[in-house]
């Protein structure tokens, strides 16, 4: 295996209502990440995108965000209809294939087009399921009243995490919705949208994240302190919510054991909670000690659900761990689907 | 759209923006499982599919999840069942089957395994319980769709 790492790290501004459209919105950031990099345009060889053609309501939306790469002179360039992280595996494959030295990876979405709730039920079956139109809180919300049934997450801990994260998201700056609520006064509000009361919820959000990735002596070159890419691994469960255990994520278990999470300390590790019980279930699964783990410091999706974007950037948060020296060993983690349905995890180390 | 009027709104920074509604039309032929199941629901029978170690799907499964072996083995099932998960939908969407809040529900129906999505009927989220027991209500015109049943209520109501 080529030793890969993140070397650099951009997120625009993650916003609601943004009247940009999609090559507007990637301009910047994708500017931002090369300038960070100190490469040009011209320095990448492989470019991978993450986007829905549903968000942006166009088919093949994803060749004209070409556009906001610069098409000439030709570049080699590949597009997934999964969030930026998932773009990023596929980049990550080809440097392993010998086929390039450096990727730039990005992600975007823009929640504010439609009702995100609503339009999630796509996700399901087309016969059986999405003609229902169940939407999203309510199949998380089937999801949480599994956990909170078996045990695996408790109330307190919803609130907890979505505390935290409302707390790590005034830090961070760039989210939507943050505040200083202690657990307890989350817990006394009112259950909305039962079992969640409203700060269960993500803030769904506009946003962008870019990435590049790097083997090898490029890397060193690049970034005083790589991310290396130790191993990384993505599973996915069934679709159908009936056939699964929601009380636990059964594919999220699956990649952490492929790359090793529990083998060594875990100093941060950035997970990908669009609703607050995602946290628990996906501390359980990791296998993480939150005594010995920061979690989510940036605050993640929960306050700024920048949809197809925010998994990616969960990748850009923990390597910016690395590249600070705040942590010598990070974990990654992005989900996408129902019910934390497909799962990816990355190990990023220091040295 | 002929003769419809486009909505044009000036949005507060000068843009200009205008409502962009997608459908998707088509018509696809459903193969032999689905639409079966479908076909019966039209029926007023729901139906599923026994898998190789006697599980029973609803719906169907086309294929044993284990094994990949297609499964042909069909298997009426009670329209009354119990509540495995819930939750609830405080402002239903419009193209929901039913137009008041109401609860989501993965329903062990009786005589099989697995569990399906459904909504309920009920008065309040204090009225659903997991364990509760249900019963389809179908609707009045029905086609070969899975909203033929109309949604779930509480036995005894």
Redesign the interface.
């Known amino acids: 295996m080529r030793d890969v790492a993140i070397v650099a790290f951009s997120e625009g501004p993650v916003t609601f209502g943004s009247?940009s459209t999609p090559v507007e919105m990637i301009v910047p950031t994708v500017h931002d990440v090369l300038k960070q990099a100190g490469i040009e345009r011209t320095d990448v060889d492989f470019w991978c995108h993450g986007s829905c053609d549903?968000m942006t309501?166009q088919p093949f939306s994803f060749v004209s965000a070409v556009d906001a790469l610069g098409a000439w002179p030709p570049i080699i360039e590949s597009h997934v209809e999964m969030d930026g992280a998932w773009a990023l595996y596929e980049a990550w494959i080809k440097i392993q294939t010998g086929e390039a030295e450096v990727a730039l990876v990005f992600g975007n979405g823009k929640s504010s087009a439609g009702?995100m709730n609503?339009a999630l039920s796509l996700q399901q079956?087309p016969?059986?399921?999405a003609?229902?139109?169940?939407?999203m809180?309510?199949?998380?919300?089937?999801?949480?009243?599994?956990a909170l049934?078996a045990g695996t997450v408790t109330e307190r801990q919803m609130a907890e995490a979505a505390s935290r994260a409302r707390r790590d998201g005034a830090k961070n700056g760039n989210v939507l919705v943050s505040g200083n609520e202690s657990a307890d006064e989350l817990l006394s509000r009112p259950?909305?949208?039962?079992?969640?009361r409203d700060h269960d919820i993500p803030a769904m959000a506009d946003g962008v994240s870019a990435v590049i990735i790097a083997t090898g002596d490029v890397a060193k070159k690049i970034a005083k302190r790589p991310a290396w890419i130790r191993a990384i691994d993505h599973r996915i469960d069934?679709q159908?919510?009936?056939?699964r255990d929601?009380a636990r994520s059964t594919s999220a278990a699956i990649a952490a054991s492929e790359v090793g999470v529990h083998k060594d300390k875990v100093d941060v590790a950035e997970l990908h909670t669009t609703f607050s019980h995602h946290e628990q279930l996906l501390i359980n699964a990791l296998q993480l000690r939150p005594d010995a783990t920061s979690i989510t410091p940036s605050g993640g999706a929960l306050v700024g659900n920048t949809l197809m974007a925010a998994g990616l950037s969960r990748f850009g948060h923990a390597a910016r761990s690395i590249f600070s020296g705040s942590a010598d060993r990070a974990v990654a983690h992005a989900q996408q689907g129902a019910c934390l349905q497909q799962n990816i995890v990355a190990v990023l180390e220091g040295n | 759209m002929a003769g419809d009027k486009l909505q044009v709104t000036f949005e507060a920074d000068g843009s200009l923006s205008a409502p962009l509604t997608l459908f998707y039309p088509y018509n696809r032929t459903l193969g032999t499982t689905v639409a079966r199941f479908l076909s019966s629901l039209a029926d007023k029978r729901i139906e599923g599919t026994k898998a190789q170690d006697g599980r029973v799907f609803v719906p169907p499964a086309e294929f044993d999840p284990s094994t990949g072996t297609p499964l042909t083995e069909w298997v009426q099932v009670g329209d009354e069942g119990t509540v495995v998960q819930w939750s609830w939908q405080p402002a239903p969407f419009e193209d929901n089957t039913l137009d008041q809040p109401f609860a989501w529900a993965l329903i062990l129906l009786d005589g099989a395994d697995v569990p399906m999505l459904h909504a309920v009927q009920a008065k309040a989220a204090a009225t659903m319980s997991i364990g509760m027991r249900v019963k389809a209500v179908w609707a009045e015109d029905r086609t070969p769709e899975i909203s033929a049943i109309r949604c779930f209520e509480p036995v005894g109501g």
Do not use: I, K, S
């Open positions: 009247t549903y309501g009702d609503r079956d016969y059986t399921v003609p229902l139109w169940p939407g809180t309510a199949m998380e919300g089937l999801g949480a009243c599994a049934q259950v909305t949208a039962a079992p969640f069934h159908n919510l009936g056939w929601l």
